[in-house]
C-alpha cells in the first residue's frame, strides 16, 4: 500500500538516484504529503529539497540517517525534525563525511593496487555527486573497462571481504543518538528487523538505545513482510517507543518498490508525526 507519510528515503545528495527536488516532486505526485529525506550522515538533501517542497505544498521534515557502531556491528539511526542549522547536526555531518572521506581514500588505494592503476577521486566524486560510496567506485570501473558491469565490480573487488570493503570508523550508538537530541530531533533505529541479531542481543541494543536518548522505531518498513512488522511493533510497545514508517526509496528499480511503498501502519503504536511541531 501507499502510506501518505514517507520517512525514510534518498537521494543524490547520498546514495539515491533522484534528486532531491524531483524525489519532492514524484512524493506529491503518489500522494505523500509528509516527507522526511533521510540521506546517509547529511541533511543537504532536506536543505536541497525545501524550495520544491514548499511549491507543492509537501510537509518535509528534516531527516539524516546516520551510521554508528553498536557491538561490533554497523547501525543506522534516523534523526526526523531536528534543526539542521544547530551546533550538533554541523558537528554530526562533519565528523560522518570526514569518517566517508578516509574510507573512500582507503578504498581508492586499495583498488589502485589491484587494478594496476591510479583511480581518480575526482571522477568517482563526481559520479557521486554528494557522498562517496562503494556502488560509485564500482560504476567508475565499469566506465573505465576495469569491470564487465556492478555485480562482477563488487564480486571482484567491492563485495563482503574483498579489497574494497573497508570499514568505516563511525561513531558509537550514544554519539549517533545524543548528535539527533542535542540538535532538538527524534532519533529512530532504522529497519532493526534487518539487523542480524538474536533477540536477546536486538533487546540489549535497544536498552542502550533508549538510554541514550532513542525514541523511536521503524514499524513499517518498505517490503518487510507481516511477522517482521509484528515483531517490531511488539519492540516499540515494550519499549514505549513511536512508530515510524518509510520506504528507505533509493530510485527507480532499486530493491522493486516504490516511494510510498511499506505495510500498513501499526494501530496500537504512537505514529512519530504526532510528535511533530506544526
Known amino acids: 500500500m501507499i502510506h501518505e507519510y514517507d520517512l525514510h528515503c534518498h537521494t543524490t545528495a547520498s546514495d539515491g538516484r533522484l534528486s532531491p527536488e524531483a524525489l519532492v516532486e514524484r512524493a506529491y505526485e503518489r500522494g505523500i504529503r509528509t516527507l522526511a529525506i533521510t540521506d546517509h550522515d547529511t541533511a543537504a538533501g532536506y536543505r536541497l529539497a525545501l524550495p520544491t517542497a514548499q511549491r507543492l505544498g509537501v510537509k518535509l521534515v528534516s531527516g539524516i540517517e546516520l551510521s554508528c557502531v553498536w557491538g561490533g556491528a554497523t547501525l543506522h539511526i534516523v534523526g526526523l525534525h531536528f534543526d539542521p542549522e544547530s551546533d550538533a547536526m554541523q558537528d554530526a555531518e562533519h565528523t560522518q563525511r570526514s569518517a566517508r572521506i578516509e574510507r573512500a581514500d582507503i578504498i581508492a588505494q586499495r583498488l589502485a593496487k589491484c587494478v594496476k592503476q591510479p583511480i581518480h577521486m575526482a571522477d568517482v566524486e563526481a559520479l557521486a555527486g554528494g557522498e562517496v560510496g562503494r556502488p560509485h567506485f564500482a560504476q567508475y ?78 514499524v513499517a518498513y518498505g517490503l518487510m513482510d507481516n511477522n517482521q512488522r509484528g515483531q517490531m511493533a511488539a519492540l516499540a510497545r515494550e519499549y514505549h517507543l513511536l512508530g515510524s514508517c518509510g520506504s528507505d526509496y533509493h530510485g527507480p528499480n532499486r530493491f522493486g518498490l516504490d516511494l510510498g511503498v511499506m505495510p500498513p501502519f501499526p494501530k496500537d503504536v504512537t505514529p512519530v508525526w504526532n510528535h511533530f511541531s506544526a
Open 141 to 218: 570501473l565499469v566506465n573505465r573497462g576495469l569491470a564487465a558491469d556492478m555485480a562482477s565490480a563488487f564480486k571482484k573487488y567491492l563485495g563482503a571481504g574483498k579489497p574494497g570493503d573497508v570499514k568505516t570508523s563511525w561513531p558509537s550508538l550514544y554519539d549517533a543518538v545524543q548528535w539527533i537530541v542535542a540538535a532538538g530531533g527524534i532519533p529512530v533505529m532504522a529497519h532493526a528487523h534487518l539487523y542480524k541479531m538474536t533477540r536477546t542481543k536486538l533487546r540489549a541494543c535497544l536498552d542502550d538505545f533508549v538510554a541514550a536518548g532513542g525514541q523511536g522505531l521503524e
